[in-house]
T-cell receptor, first 115, second 114 residues
Framework: EAQVTQNPRYLITVTGKKLTVTCSQN?????MSWYRQDPGLGLRQIYY???????DKGDVPEGYKVSRKEKRNFPLILESPSPNQTSLYFC??????????????FGAGSRLTVL | DAKTTQPPSMDCAEGRAANLPCNHS???????VYWYRQIHSQGPQYIIH???NNETNEMASLIITEDRKSSTLILPHATLRDTAVYYC???????????????FGQGTELSVKP
């Protein structure tokens, strides 16, 4: 089944303890992206990657790092998590539809709480 | 990017058609209209997209007005499982991050009632 898989789905951690949220897709998509979702703010893009070894900042990159060493994986790294990074995180990869438009496939989400 | 305007909430009776409107009066010629939905904190799910013509797939139909300033997503026979937040997004179709960086606003919260 074509999908985007995120892990962990739920995590409670403490301030300053480094963590990584993994994202893997099995659709051979070149483009991958991370979003966070907060009440009243919608989904905001954190980082994106156009291809292997190519990453760039989205709208809210502060406090996050990413890497893209393989096409299928795009981990999100929080080097020193803070409570304002408590959020619901989504990874997505992009398909190219027959019309030439671009369609995103999202993972199920990772709910992170930083105490 | 063109701004979209959607009603914050709508109700629909189970089995009836749900018609969700979206205004995008500043849409430009190379911008697609996308619809996604999000069921209770799950990952957003792609529904349908279109450029100029009306579109239909197994999930829904998309009606775009001739001047492209508005569109309507139609769920022909709404079920309880269609209760979700529906997002109308306007974005260019190609190039760099443009196609992938979809901007999700507040959407329309659709409640399908028995």
């Amino acid at each position: 089944e074509a999908q985007v898989t995120q892990n962990p789905r739920y995590l409670i951690t403490v301030t300053g303890k480094k963590l990584t949220v993994t994202c893997s897709q099995n659709m051979n998509h070149e483009y991958m992206s991370w979003y966070r979702q907060d009440p009243g703010l919608g989904l905001r893009q954190i980082y994106y990657s156009m291809n292997v070894e190519v990453t760039d900042k989205g709208d809210v990159p502060e406090g996050y790092k990413v890497s893209r060493k393989e096409k299928r994986n795009f981990p999100l790294i929080l080097e020193s998590p803070s409570p304002n990074q408590t959020s619901l995180y989504f990874c997505a990869s992009r398909d190219r539809g027959s019309s030439g438009a671009n369609v995103l496939t999202f993972g199920a989400g990772s709910r992170l709480t930083v105490l | 990017d063109a701004k979209t305007t959607q009603p914050p909430s709508m109700d629909c009776a189970e089995g009836r058609a749900a018609n969700l409107p979206c205004n995008h009066s500043t849409i430009s010629g190379n911008e697609y209209v996308y619809w996604y939905r999000q069921i209770h904190s799950q990952g957003p799910q792609y529904i349908i997209h279109g450029l100029k013509n009306n579109e239909t797939n197994e999930m829904a139909s998309l009606i775009i007005t001739e001047d492209r300033k508005s569109s309507t997503l139609i769920l022909p026979h709404a079920t309880l499982r269609d209760t979700a937040v529906y997002y109308c997004i306007v974005r260019v179709g190609r190039g760099e991050n443009q196609g992938g960086k979809l901007i999700f606003g507040q959407g329309t919260e659709l409640s399908v009632k028995p």
